[in-house]
C-alpha cells in the first residue's frame, strides 16, 4: 500500500488525475471504477480538464460505479446516476453504452426480506457478470467514510462480499444529510459493490481529504484489517494507492507515508 500525502486537496485532485491518464493511455478501453461523493469532485473535474486540453480519449474506455442509492430516480439530483452526469460525463467523450451505475428503482420492496427479493438479487449478479464480462475493473476510484466505509460497504460488512443491497448506518445518512433538504429524506438503502468486488479490481485508488477523514484513514493504514474498518482491506491488495491531503494524513505515523 502507498500513502502519498499531498499539500492539498487540489494537488491530491491533480494527482488522482494524472494516473488515471496515464492507465487510459496504455490501455484505451481501460475498465474504470468511479465513485461519487464530494472526494472525486476535483479529480473529475481535472480529468476533464485533460480531456479538453490535451486530448485525453474516453470513446472507448468502460465505468462501473461503486454504488447507488435505492429509491432515487436517475434524474433526481441526489442521485449518483446524476452526479456522474454532471461532474463527469457529460463533459468527457464516453459512450453513454460503456456507462454502469446499479440500478435503484426496484418498485414496492418489502424491508424485512430485501435482501433476497429477486429482483435485487438477479440485478446484483448481473452487475457482477457485467464486471466479469469486461475482463475485470482495471483500477477502482474509492472514498471513504468517516466511519472507513467504501463504497457503501458500512463497518461490519464482510471483506468478502459481493454486490449487493446494505442498510446505511446512521453515522453515514447523517454525513450525507449535507446533500439533501433534510435528514428525512436521505434514502436508508443502497445497491453497493461489495468490499470483495473491489478488491478483485487489478489498481484502487483511494483519495482522502479533511480532518474529518483523519481517523478513518489512520484506522485503514495502520489498524488491524477488520470488517469494522472496511477501508483496511486496502492493506492486503497489491497495488492500492491512497491519496490525500495533509488534513487527512495528520494523524499517520511517519513511517507509512511518502510525499507527493
Ligand atoms: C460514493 C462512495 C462512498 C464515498 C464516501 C466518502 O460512491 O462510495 O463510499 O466515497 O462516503 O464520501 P465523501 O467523498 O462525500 O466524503
Not at 24 to 44: D, F, M, Q
Not at 157 to 178: A, F, H, P, Q
Not at 234 to 253: E, F, M, P, V
Request: hydrophobic share 40%; glycine share 8%; with cysteine.
Amino acid at each position: 500500500m502507498l500513502v502519498v500525502v499531498h499539500e492539498d486537496y487540489g494537488a491530491m485532485s491533480k494527482k488522482g488525475a494524472e494516473i488515471i491518464a496515464s492507465r487510459i493511455r496504455r490501455k484505451p478501453n481501460l475498465v474504470l471504477g468511479l465513485a461519487t461523493g464530494s472526494t472525486p469532485v476535483g479529480l473529475y473535474k481535472e480529468i476533464i480538464r485533460l480531456h479538453k486540453s490535451e486530448g485525453l480519449d474516453f470513446s472507448k474506455v468502460i465505468t462501473f460505479n461503486l454504488d447507488e442509492y435505492i429509491g432515487i430516480p436517475p434524474e433526481h439530483d441526489q442521485s449518483y446516476h446524476y452526479f456522474m452526469r454532471e461532474n463527469l460525463f457529460k463533459d468527457i467523450n464516453i459512450n453513454p453504452s460503456n456507462v454502469h451505475v446499479p440500478h435503484a428503482m426496484f418498485g414496492d420492496l418489502n424491508i424485512s426480506s430485501f435482501e433476497t427479493d429477486p429482483k435485487i438479487v438477479q440485478f446484483c449478479e448481473w452487475y457482477e457478470n457485467e464486471i466479469k464480462k469486461y475482463g475485470g475493473i482495471d483500477i477502482q476510484v474509492l472514498g471513504i467514510g468517516g466511519n472507513g466505509h467504501i463504497a457503501f460497504n458500512e463497518p461490519g460488512s464482510s471483506l468478502g462480499s459481493r454486490t449487493r443491497i446494505k442498510t446505511l448506518t446512521e453515522k453515514t445518512v447523517k454525513d450525507n444529510s449535507r446533500f439533501f433538504k433534510s435528514v428525512k429524506e436521505v434514502p436508508r438503502y443502497a445497491i453497493t459493490m461489495g468490499v470483495g468486488t473491489i478488491m478483485e479490481a487489478r489498481e484502487l485508488l483511494l483519495l482522502a481529504n479533511g480532518d474529518g477523514k483523519a481517523d478513518a484513514v489512520k484506522a485503514a493504514v495502520e489498524g488491524p484489517i477488520t470488517a469494522m474498518c472496511p477501508a483496511s482491506a486496502l492493506q492486503l491488495h497489491q497495488k492500492a494507492i491512497i491519496l490525500t491531503d495533509k488534513k487527512a494524513a495528520a494523524k499517520l505515523s511517519a513511517e507509512f507515508v511518502t510525499y507527493g
